[in-house]
């Protein structure tokens, strides 16, 4: 009997091994995205009481404001700690360069926040700067996640992890329609172009939550289900109206209206982020699923495998035993060749087709996870070359595709190669 190469078996584990390890590391990660998110919810509501303060010449949320600064500290640290145990570490894993430039690039653009904060208590900023760069702050760290979705490797974790990313980019427009909603309240009046960057924020909730029903599974669509359903929508609705009536040349007393706005869309936002923490689980949950599917595949692989070796063995102790053959047992030596080869040939062909299985199934994800790290790109390189808000950016790429006939994403992967 034909006997296997030991460095074969050896390769075959080592692949499933390596599948288990990073799941593993996947998984981590994915609890470092929970943290990043609860940090991020919090700095989305610091954004909203700073624009009311600010908008109301330090009139309304000047204690709530203080005191939602200590919970944005708070959560930026549990975001910190979690990053530095997930990623950096004397073993850490290579093959993670772009996500973590893009985690420096993200702490190099928080360490501006303390200075922000001592403008906006001393109004020395405008509501709109104020907004801006705590819009740019966020947007900086949502991209961690659709980083991390690219360098997943496993496609139900991508498909979450783009599930994930589309529902926090959703409520990050819910959070600047907030902002918004809250200026223009605590000043009284509203603009016709405040009025159109409102519009923007509604139009694009709705698509990034499209995305998410898109990618989302079973169980995330019934939490979302508790969203649409909800009346708090009815309130929003009503002080949407509410706001398109005032008028910037007449205005009106409505400042107080401003802490009802907020306290409104906070409600619905906080479902949002509930929301976002089932995926998080989720997420977590669906990697110990996998892991527990590696395992149960190494294990079976090994038994295969001990098998293999016992059938190869077994006729070298037969020869050394003193035993008459049965004449009534035709010995089939081609046969017990063929099984052993089989075997080994089987595992071989199986775990090849779970690889292509999983690498058919990321190239659909990560197609969309391509595109939309290219549209963001270009967004940015837009906000930074014109000097331009990200929905004034949003507007340039659709005029440019429309006048164009082509994709949002071709005109996005244009401006993204004559950048470069």
């Known amino acids: 009997m034909a006997t296997s190469n030991p460095l074969t078996k050896q390769f075959l584990l080592a692949a499933k091994y390596q599948e288990i390890h990073a799941l593993k590391k996947l998984q981590n990660s994915c609890a470092s995205l929970t943290k990043l998110g609860d940090f991020v919810h919090q700095l989305q509501k610091e954004r909203a009481m700073s624009n009311i303060f600010l908008a109301s ?49 993200s702490l190099q653009s928080l360490d501006a926040l303390p200075a922000l904060r001592s403008q906006i208590s001393q109004q020395n900023i405008s509501a709109v700067h104020a907004t801006q760069s705590f819009t740019q702050l966020i947007a900086s760290l949502l991209n961690i996640i659709l980083e991390a979705a690219d360098g997943a490797s496993d496609p139900k974790i991508t498909r979450l992890l783009v599930a994930f990313f589309n529902f926090m980019q959703g409520k ?16 009284s009046k509203f603009t016709a ?6 519009a923007h924020f509604v139009q694009e909730q709705n698509h990034s939550f499209d995305f998410f029903n898109e990618y989302a599974d079973e169980h995330l669509l019934k939490c979302y289900a508790t969203l649409t359903t909800h009346q708090v929508n009815n309130q929003v609705e009503q002080l949407r109206s509410l706001l398109q009536k005032l008028d910037d040349e007449n205005a009106q007393p409505l400042s107080q209206l401003s802490e009802v706005w907020y306290e409104v869309t906070t409600t619905r936002i906080d479902i949002m982020h509930k929301i976002e923490q089932n995926i998080a689980d989720n997420l977590i949950d669906t990697a110990a699923m996998q892991i527990a599917c590696a395992q149960r595949s190494l294990n079976t692989n090994k038994k295969v495998l001990n098998t293999i070796n016992e059938q190869q063995i077994a006729p070298i ?13 035709q010995p089939n030596v081609a046969a017990d060749k063929l099984n052993s080869n089989k075997s080994m040939y089987d595992l071989i062909i199986d775990q090849s087709q779970h690889i292509k299985q999983i690498n058919q199934a ?31 950016a949003h507007k340039q790429l659709q005029k440019q595709a429309m006048n164009s006939h082509k994709t949002l994403y071709s005109v996005a992967q244009k401006i993204v190669e004559l950048s470069d």
Do not use: M, W
């Not at 990053?83 to 894993?93: L, P």
């Open 193 to 198: 172009e405040q009025k159109q960057q409102l």
């Open 362 to 392: 990321l190239l659909d994800a990560k197609k969309v996870i391509s595109e939309q790290k290219i549209i963001h790109q270009a967004k940015y390189i837009l906000i930074e070359q014109l000097k331009i808000s990200e929905e004034q």
């Open 317 to 329: 102790v037969g020869q050394l035993a003193i035993k008459q053959p049965d004449p009534e047992i």
């Open 57 to 105: 010449n330090r009139e309304r949320f000047k204690t709530q404001l203080q005191q939602q600064i200590h919970v944005s500290h708070d959560a930026q640290t549990a975001f910190y700690d979690s990053i530095k145990q997930t990623y950096i570490s004397d073993n850490a894993d290579t093959g993670h360069t772009r996500l973590f430039n893009l985690i420096a690039y």
């Open 172 to 187: 990050e427009y819910a959070g600047q329609e907030r902002a918004c909603g809250a200026q223009a309240f605590a000043a």
